[in-house]
């Protein structure tokens, strides 16, 4: 038995071409994905009833990396300078009582060129919710190439008295062509080790940094059985102590920003979505170097 997955936070139409990935096709970008690369500044939401990616969804390394939950595992938000770093997430869904998401985050650096990451998810309500946990490693191989994977473990309690549990792996890649253009590539949930199933999602993006205050970015987001959603978006360094996020993409959560206050070993990030006759979602993250 598998577990359908429908989008509760999207009204676009399945995608009636016919170019869904399945077989030859995911193989194709499954080894696709290989050759091409990561890094890419944008945000985008993509919220099914039972799986949730937060408020960031992006195949970006950056500052910004510290509101992605379940980005490309090629990336970490550490440095070769700090040991552990530490995230905690909270966010609420359009003011709605109980309907709230919860994400805790670790990255360790093994050695110079070696990262794991852990991650645990709670998202829903008290009865009806998606639990999640994760453990990543991801690796520089080449000067300007990191190689990831991750394997993931969801408990999804959807239907009363009803549980499924499902694991599902991840892979992504991330090269710098330049100190300032990137480009990036992940595979999310290419095939279930269970009965039960996730979205297979491929995102791929292009980041361009004019400067060290201000950086440009375009991603692509697909998820299976939906049409793609693109996003672009700018992050901006207003000063020393913080930078602003502006990105907008082709659905129905069109606008999302954040403020981020950089201190001395931690950081703080507000975050807002926008959502057509929905509202507006919050998110805040805590950033803390260990």
Same mark, same amino acid.
């Given at each position: ?5 429908i989008?509760t936070?999207s009204?676009?139409?399945k995608n ?5 990935f399945?077989?030859?096709f995911?193989?194709?970008?499954t080894?696709?994905s290989?050759?091409c ?9 993509q ?8 408020l960031s969804?992006t195949?970006v ?10 980005s490309n ?8 300078n700090t040991?552990?770093v ?6 609420n869904?359009?003011?709605?009582y109980?309907?709230?998401s919860l994400?805790?985050?670790l990255?360790i650096?093994v ?6 990451g852990?991650?645990g ?6 009865n ?11 690796k520089?191989?080449f000067k300007? $190439?990191s %190689? !990831? /994977?991750?394997?993931?473990y969801a408990s #999804?309690?959807?239907?009363e008295?009803s549980?499924?549990?499902?694991? +599902?792996p991840?892979i992504g890649?991330?090269i710098?062509?330049?100190e300032?253009?990137d480009?990036?590539t992940a595979l999310?949930?290419?095939f279930n080790f269970s009965k039960?199933?996730l979205l ?7 980041s ?8 440009f970015?375009?991603q ?7 049409l793609?959603v ?6 901006l360094q207003t000063?020393k102590?913080?930078? $602003?996020y %502006? !990105? /907008? ?5 069109? #606008?999302c920003?954040y403020?981020k206050l950089l201190l001395k070993k931690? +950081?703080?990030n507000v ?6 006759n929905?509202g ?6 805590l950033?803390?170097k260990?």
């Open positions: 038995m598998s577990i359908k997955l989008n936070n009204t676009l139409p009636k071409c016919g170019i869904l399945f077989n030859p995911r193989l194709f970008l080894a696709l290989f050759f690369v990561l890094k890419v500044s944008t945000q985008s939401l919220k099914t009833e039972y799986y949730a990616v937060e969804n195949t390394s950056s500052s910004q990396n510290t509101l992605n939950t379940l595992p090629a990336l970490s938000f550490s440095n070769t040991k552990v530490a995230n905690l997430s909270y966010k869904y359009f003011s709605v109980n309907l709230n994400l805790a985050q990255d650096l050695n110079a060129t070696t990262h794991l852990i991650v998810q709670i998202y829903g309500t008290n009806y919710y998606y639990r999640n946990t994760a453990i990543s490693v991801n520089t191989i300007h $190439v %190689l !990831g /994977l991750r394997l993931k #999804i309690h959807a239907i008295n549980r499924k549990h499902i694991f +599902s991840d890649l991330h710098s062509f330049t300032k253009i480009f990036g999310n949930s290419i039960n199933k297979y999602n491929f995102k791929t993006g292009i361009y940094h004019y400067s060290e205050a201000l950086s970015a375009a692509i987001n697909k998820y299976e059985n939906y793609p693109y996003c672009i978006g700018s992050t000063g102590y913080a930078e $602003v %502006l !990105g /907008l993409e082709n659905s129905n959560t069109p #606008i920003t403020v931690s +950081s703080l975050g807002l979505k926008y959502h057509d929905l507006i979602s919050t998110t805040i993250v950033n803390k260990i």
